[in-house]
């Protein structure tokens, strides 16, 4: 269904449009929101409860909340994407990170927050299932209470994140399986999954019951999704729409030149099927 701020930015509503907040550091959230909604979004991704109120005073959601952290014994960030779900003697820390963070989501009126499953450090791929099952069932309740869903992202291992687990749609889709709740589901990041396994449109039709959320970006190099790359985007956006989703997908490209907005724009507009 098109809502009012994308009917006015003449969008077809089939997608629904979020950027990430992480890829417009150079500009105040607050003008990323205004310039955003005027050209279609409905969103921001990736944004903490401290940044709530600054999208409630633009009419925006969060279509993906991000992850919460807590050090953990030796100083690391625990939550963040190699200190996660996989390793046991981190559960009862994100469980009292997470359930905070659930809670103040699903006031907002949010439905996802991102999740990730820690990196490898030796662990065979049975045991990572099995390590990230037990932790997340841990809060699963909490979310399954609040309506929220933990989403974790699928991520590649080969350029940008090394040694991560999740790294495979296959893996993710069994972990998933494994937990066997619809309050658990999977981000697939369509320029991590080009990277690491390719055959993109396959891998949505098969597996969307199992994707909660997209984000893009251009392969190689997570720039504009422009002709520059390889990736055909309103094919895959065509792809996404006839498996009946109806949540957002976020941009998630790093911007090249001076003109980051327009460049925003431009993905949107390429995405707009």
Known sequence: MITETESAAGLKGRIHHSACKWCYSMMPLDELCRAGKEMGLTSIDLVDPADFATLKKHGLTSAMISFPSIAGPSGERIGSIPFSFNNPAYHDLLAQAYEPLIKASADFGARNVICFSGNRNGMDDETGLKNCAAGLKKILPIAEKHDITLVMELLNSKVDHPDYMCDHSA?????????????????????????????????????????????????????????????????????????????HVAQEFVPTGPDALGSLKQAVGICDV
């Open 171 to 247: 893996w993710g889709i069994e972990l998933c399986q494994l937990i066997g709740s619809p309050n658990f589901k999977l981000l697939y990041d369509i320029y991590h999954m080009q990277v690491m396994e390719g055959d993109v449109i396959a891998t949505i039709k098969s597996g969307h019951e199992f994707f909660a959320h997209y984000h893009t970006g251009g392969v190689p190099g997570r720039h504009e999704i422009d002709d520059t790359q390889e990736l055909y985007y309103p094919a895959i956006m065509r792809a996404i729409v006839e498996t009946g989703y109806q949540g």
